[in-house]
Structures are given as C-alpha cells and as structure tokens.
C-alpha cells in the first residue's frame, strides 16, 4: 500500500512531538535532576518547573497504579487508528490534529512503559487557574483534539460540491 503524500505529514508532526516530548523529560531528569530537586522556579508564581510522576491519565485522573499496562496499551491503540484515519485524510488541519495527538499519546506511553508512569513538569498551579503539571505530550494532545473541533466545525460549515441552492 502506498500511503499518501499528505499521511506522511501527520506521522512527521507525531515524531516531531515523540522527540520534544522525550528530549524534554530527558533534560528535565537529567539536566535539572528535577527528580531530585522537586521544582525550579522560572516565572514564579505563573511557570514553575515541577516533577510530578502521573499514574493516571490526562492531569493525574483515574490514577492508582493499578491500570499501568492497560494505561500503555491504550494510547497504541489510539495511535494505531489515528494512523489509520490519516490515511484517509485530506484536509492540513484534520492532518496536523491527528499528528498531534499520535505523538502526545505515543509520547507518554513511552513513558509509562519506561517508568510505570508519565513525567509531568510544566506547572501553572501558582495561577490559582490550572492546578494541574503536565507535559509537552500532554499539550500536543491537548492542541490536537482542539485542532479536531476546529476542523470538524469548518467541514460542517462548507456546502458540498456543487450542491444546488434552494430557492424559496
């Protein structure tokens, strides 16, 4: 099977984001040993840097430990069928979400895999508005499923081609 020019494009931004999700926890445990030092502050009281080690889901949900390896096999599912799906696509915004949300998911599952559970560290607690540390992967999904709204809503919006107009 061939696999579109433009599927090429989703996969791109999913290893963009796998490799700054990854390079980031790298140097937050190795070159902040953040691990060890608990938080650094960078714009306090609005951006800290904060290690948190999330069992659960998105912002620490459903945590526990418990679902570790159901928790990792999940998001291959997730990017698996996303894979899929760009295969079909045609439409830049449809492309660049499902790339998003392959590489934050696949991110963190490389996570849990690695660790038993996923690296948090971007803090914006001190706001008193988003109490919850997450990460570079958890933001790509985040912008993905945004970016999946968006999209839906402008494909509702356009008439299709050559679509007659009613007339009253």
């Keep these: 099977m061939k696999i579109p020019r433009i599927a090429w494009a989703a996969y791109g931004f999913a290893l963009f984001v796998i490799v700054l999700d990854q390079l980031t926890k790298f140097w937050i445990l190795e070159g902040l040993d953040l691990r060890e030092v608990g938080r650094v502050l960078i714009a306090p ?3 800290n840097f904060s290690y948190v080690e999330n069992d659960g889901v998105s912002f620490g949900l459903f945590g526990g430990g418990s679902g570790r390896w159901i928790l990792s096999l999940f998001p291959l599912v997730v990017a698996g069928f996303l894979g899929w799906w760009a295969l079909k696509a045609e439409r830049r915004t449809l492309i660049a979400a499902i790339g998003l949300v392959i590489g ?4 963190n599952a490389i996570d849990r895999i690695q660790y038993g559970y996923v690296v948090d560290f971007i803090d914006f607690s001190g706001t008193g508005v988003f109490p919850w540390v997450f990460n ?3 933001s790509a999904i985040n912008i993905g499923v945004l ?4 999209d839906s809503v402008r494909s ?3 008439p299709a081609v050559g679509a ?3 007339k009253a």
């Design 104 to 107: 934050g998911a696949l991110g």
């Design 136 to 138: 570079v992967a958890d």
């Design 156 to 158: 509702e919006r356009k």
């Design 45 to 47: 009281p609005i951006l």
């Design 164 to 166: 007659a107009h009613e």
């Design 147 to 150: 970016l999946l709204i968006i």
